[in-house]
């Protein structure tokens, strides 16, 4: 198990960037029968940056290291040295992320004002993005005067956020580790977990990872959790989905596995410089009651569920395509 959780500083001291950002391009609308025909490739953009060298692991830390302005270096053993490659190490590479889709900048900002409102926490507050992944959403509420740390697994990812919020003026404390292995204790005022990067591992793991939430809260603090809703998928599967991604046109396979109700996804990426990658992943997904009853077993009093940022306390049941909950700790 990787047990490493390495600051990297907006400032860009990088003191290590949606299942995570969502590792689904889209949950399709009615792709059942035969995919269309690939859409042309766009002009490659530029590559993001490499990784930096990897920095010194720390140990315990008190919130004061966490405010925005903080730099806490800390060394970790890369990835992959210390247990099998799985799913996500190869998902979140830099070839990989190109297929993951970035939202508009509106929809960026109606997110935001979402995960605002549901966390109803002062200016100043410390909020933690887990699974930031590059970072766009911790630099969009970082700008709306919140003290933010994002936290993933993949240094790729974290290397294109840090490089974000430098461009854009923001101080934030990224921190690389594994969230099963997060220890935060009563730190943060609130928590923001989007774009499907919850109910990656067994039953067992991701109730870990519930608990692992509600420990880093402060009493009173609120979560704010964002995965797919399985009445929702379940209609659309098996289907074949075509996208275009940064340089490259991307097909997703996709059923879903009843038994361990998993959405289950064979990727394939055929990037602009002639070569074909392929990735399987696959996601537990949740049932409104099956969510809901997790989160309250954990200890969490769960408040509030919508089926899309546009409607807040709004659940339609199979067609509403997300189940996002809002939770306190009391």
């Not at 507050?125 to 911790?138: F, M, P």
């Not at 003026?169 to 969230?179: E, S």
Request: with cysteine; aromatic share 8%; net charge negative.
């Amino acid at each position: 198990e990787l047990d490493s959780d390495v600051a990297i500083d907006a400032d860009v001291e990088i003191e290590s960037d949606e299942a995570v950002t969502m590792p689904m391009a889209a949950v399709p609308a009615s792709t059942k029968s035969k995919a269309p025909k690939p859409p042309p490739t766009k002009k490659r953009k530029k590559s993001p940056p490499q990784p930096p060298p990897a920095p010194e692991r720390t140990g315990g830390r008190d919130a004061a290291e966490f405010k925005p302005n903080a730099s806490t270096p800390a060394k970790v053993d890369p990835l992959g040295t210390k247990r099998h490659r799985l799913w996500w190490d190869e998902l979140f590479t830099d070839e990989f992320g190109r297929a993951i889709p970035d939202l508009t900048p509106p929809q960026l900002k109606k997110e935001a004002t979402f995960i605002e409102e549901s966390l109803a926490v002062s200016p100043g507050a410390l909020v933690l993005d887990l699974a930031c992944g590059t970072g766009r959403l911790s630099v969009e509420m970082s700008s709306r005067g919140y003290g933010i740390v994002g936290y993933d697994l993949s240094v790729a990812q974290l290397a294109i956020a840090g490089e974000l919020a430098q461009e854009k003026g923001a101080k934030i404390n990224f921190l690389q580790g594994d969230m099963r292995e997060m220890a935060f204790e009563e730190m943060f005022d609130g928590i923001f977990c989007w774009n499907s990067s919850f109910g990656y591992f067994e039953e067992d793991k991701n109730i870990a990872v519930a608990e692992r939430m509600f420990k880093a809260l402060r009493s009173g603090g609120r979560l704010v959790l964002d995965v797919p809703n399985r009445d929702f998928v379940v209609e659309q599967q098996p289907s074949q989905c075509w996208f275009e991604g940064d340089g490259c046109v991307c097909m997703d396979d996709m059923s879903v596995d009843f038994i361990t109700s998993r959405l289950v996804v064979k990727r394939t990426v055929m990037l602009d410089d002639g070569r074909n990658m392929e990735c399987n992943y696959s996601i537990r997904l949740y049932g409104l009651h099956e969510l809901g009853r997790l989160f309250h077993d954990v200890g969490f009093r769960v408040t509030q569920f919508s089926g899309q940022p546009a409607m807040p306390g709004v659940f339609m049941g199979s067609t509403s395509p997300r189940i996002l909950l809002l939770a306190t700790k009391p």
